[in-house]
């Protein structure tokens, strides 16, 4: 084990045990955060609280795909960010309907429960970012997870423009704009996962 710590077969291994520490840490984060901005989400009417769940619960299992890909081969890790794209792509697809579905369908949401929910969103995916910063070069596997760590610091700070819309006009809309740009992102976002992930794929047959 002394001449493994001397060689570059040490040196991975324990960037492997940074990477894994790091994603228990923010995997734990975004799935506690989901059930609370999705609760808050349904009960104050809000697409873009619920928009934001989602992207907390996709990126819950965005970083499991990772943690379980982590000492795995480059096939593997392609193999795991292409997944994490058709995910991305899933829950843009769905906040799209949602957002549809309260243009139709108006209601007001509570901005109260969006900016307060929505600033301590920001703030535990602000300590995810700087726990995933480090990682963001490793690989594609780490690059892609810092893709929606990214993402999310977006996304949050949407949520609290969406908020103070709400207060100052009294309608849904500013929620509903917020949602239909969070998918957007999500959409956009996948693709590019995509395209990295297939890119990989190609090069690794």
Avoid at 14 to 23: G, K, W, Y
Avoid at 51 to 59: F, I, N
Avoid at 84 to 92: E, L, N, P, S
Avoid at 166 to 189: E, K, Q, Y
Wanted: one cysteine or more.
């Amino acid at each position: 084990m002394g001449d493994c710590c001397g060689g570059k077969a040490c040196e991975i291994e324990a960037l492997r045990e940074r990477q894994s520490s790091t994603l228990k840490i923010v995997l734990a984060i975004n799935a506690v955060m989901f059930v609370v901005e999705l609760t808050a989400g349904l009960l104050g009417h809000s697409i873009s609280l619920v928009a934001d769940s989602l992207d907390m619960l996709g990126d819950a299992l965005v970083y499991a795909f990772s943690l379980y890909v982590i000492a795995r081969n480059s096939r593997m890790k392609a193999r795991a960010a292409l997944l994490k794209g058709i995910i991305m792509a899933a829950f843009g697809l769905f906040v799209l309907a949602q957002a549809l579905y309260r243009i139709v369908y108006p209601q007001l949401p509570v901005f109260e429960a969006i900016g307060a929910i929505g600033l301590l969103a920001l703030t535990t995916n602000g300590f995810c970012f700087y726990l995933l910063w480090r990682h963001r070069a490793d690989d594609i596997n780490m690059s892609s997870v810092w893709l929606c760590s990214r993402n999310d610091i977006i996304a949050n700070t949407s949520v609290l423009f969406a908020a103070v819309g709400v207060w100052l006009t009294h309608s849904g809309w500013p929620d509903i704009l917020v949602g239909l740009a969070l998918a957007v992102l999500f959409l956009r976002s996948a693709l590019h996962v995509l395209r990295s992930a297939i890119k990989e794929l190609q090069t690794t047959t």
